[in-house]
């Protein structure tokens, strides 16, 4: 057996104790939360009351759908949460899921239909690339997932809309970061208590998108 195979071995039954250990992993499973990661959310939200009832939310990279089960809770009745994958997604109450990549244009029409021309009131996105273990390779892909949602957000969000997304901290963050403070007034930086110790991941949240005078 290759020594690459038997550190990647290593590594994953170390992630399997830490996984199975984790109290918030223990805790999503008592209170039925598809993922440790509804925590998150939940931390930022309580910080600076981002889901508001009634509220048209858009919810990218959603599965397994720990976020859209806290914003759908949040939204309510009233409210409507459209959640987009590449990956399947179980149905969610008060969840509309959508399939696929959002940077086609099919995917993209589905989602139309479902605003029903409606402005987005905020769009969240927990996604991250699959690791290759090269630290600079998936940096890249993690910035380069960041910037395609902040596209997302800045077209579909109503004037004065946020936008939630995780980031890694390295190359090409303070980059997207002022990037994010041009188009939105104002940005903060959020690392909730259910965000591994180990992680670099922050997300960043920019409130009152800026509107241009053409």
Do not use: C
């Amino acid at each position: 057996m290759k020594s690459s195979t038997i550190k990647k071995n290593k590594s994953s039954k170390q992630w399997m104790r830490e996984h199975v250990n984790d109290p918030f992993v223990q805790l999503a499973q008592k209170e039925g939360y598809r993922s440790r990661a509804a925590y998150k959310l939940l931390e930022i939200d309580v910080k600076d009351r981002l889901i508001k009832p009634g509220m048209l939310l858009v919810d990218l990279g959603a599965a397994p759908g720990g976020w859209s089960q806290v914003a759908a809770k949040k939204v309510g009745h009233g409210g409507k949460v459209i959640a987009l994958d590449i990956l399947a997604m179980d149905s969610l109450a008060g969840v509309d899921f959508i399939q696929g990549d959002f940077r086609d244009d099919a995917v993209l029409k589905q989602l139309q239909v479902l605003l029903h021309g409606k402005p987005v009131g905020l769009v969240i996105s927990d996604m991250a690339p699959n690791i290759s273990g090269v630290a600079s390779a998936d940096q890249a892909r993690a910035m380069g997932l960041a910037e395609l949602a902040m596209e997302f957000a800045l077209e579909h969000l109503k004037p004065e809309g946020s936008f939630l997304v995780k980031v890694f901290q390295g190359e090409g963050f303070e980059s997207f970061y002022k990037l994010m403070r041009s188009h939105f007034s104002r940005v903060v930086s959020r690392k909730p208590k259910a965000s591994r110790d180990r992680s670099n991941e922050v997300y960043l949240l920019g409130s009152q998108k800026k509107q241009y005078i053409v």
